[in-house]
């Protein structure tokens, strides 16, 4: 009986072995690549929205430059309020849309490749917040807007691989404008708008008309 | 229907065509750099599983130019998704029957 067991054993452990193989291989070759392109144009818009009700608020204040130079976290914190209420709107709404296609198609949110994507978007994010939070300390905001872009590009292209592979060119654009505007601290309010709006909302025309949705 | 299945198991013997099914039971297609990647196999070696596969029909080959590049690209036929299907379903009830 005890010969029995062990002589059919082997045989049992090379289906077993094959099957978390097949798993594996399955697991390890999906990409989550078809977020809408809605979600994209929704977070291009909302960042132009959010630039504008910012411009105006600068306007009162003296301007972009005067502000971020200003080192008065008063005068900032309502650009800084802004722009983290325009990331977590962004967010609440690409979650929100993700759900709802998933729900259609009957699969689950926390799903092996969207996790993937997830985790690799933000964690340069997360780094970039540490970063900013250390920088303001020593030297004012004027850095805000170009190490958030700076970061989202990273983000992007680096989470290209686990999802749409064009994300890693909207990611090398935002790392441009990130670096012009670090050169060019004055021209960090535009820059901003041309990432985070701009670059947003033509990446999600541009996916619809390759993909449709 | 034993002989029929045990046949099928044969086609899929080796780990890398069944790494490269599975890979394209879960992609619509795949270019050969990514499923060589994905895989961690030789050139030689994932060239001749792919062409068996492809001689079974289980696999679809397309080659086409990007610039001066060829781009190869795999995808599944029906039959191939069929046949992985149930040797699939074949090693399951093998690995009910020894326990």
Known sequence: ?213 | MKNIIEGLSKAFESRVRLGIMSILMVNDEIDYNSLKETLDVTDGNLASHASALEKLKYIAVSKSFVGKKTRTVYSATAEGKKAFSSHITYLEKLLKGNK
């Open chain 1, 1 to 213: 009986m005890y010969c029995k067991a062990l002589r059919m054993m082997p045989e049992s452990n090379q289906q077993l072995q094959d099957l978390q193989y097949i798993k594996t291989m399955m697991d390890r070759s999906s990409r989550f690549d078809t977020i809408t392109s809605l979600a994209w144009v929704f977070a291009g818009i909302i960042a132009f929205g959010g630039a504008a009700y910012a411009y105006l608020q600068l306007n009162q204040s003296g301007g972009y430059e005067a502000v971020v130079m200003s080192r008065d976290y008063g005068t900032f914190r309502p650009i800084l309020f802004i722009g983290a209420v325009v990331f977590l709107i962004a967010v609440v709404a690409c979650v929100s849309i993700t759900l709802i296609r998933l729900r259609a198609v009957k699969g689950k949110l926390l799903q092996r490749p969207i996790l993937r994507l997830s985790v690799n978007l933000m964690l340069p994010i997360f780094a970039g917040a540490c970063l900013l939070y250390a920088l303001h300390q020593l030297s004012g905001f004027e850095y805000f807007a170009p190490v958030s872009l700076l970061m989202y590009g990273l983000g992007l292209f680096n989470a290209g691989r686990y999802s749409i592979d064009a994300m890693r060119y909207l990611g090398i654009a935002c790392m441009a404008l990130g670096t012009i505007s670090i050169l060019l601290p004055d021209t960090g309010y535009w820059t901003w708008v041309a990432g985070f709006g701009l670059g947003n909302l033509l990446f999600g025309i541009y996916q619809y008309r390759k993909t449709g949705f």
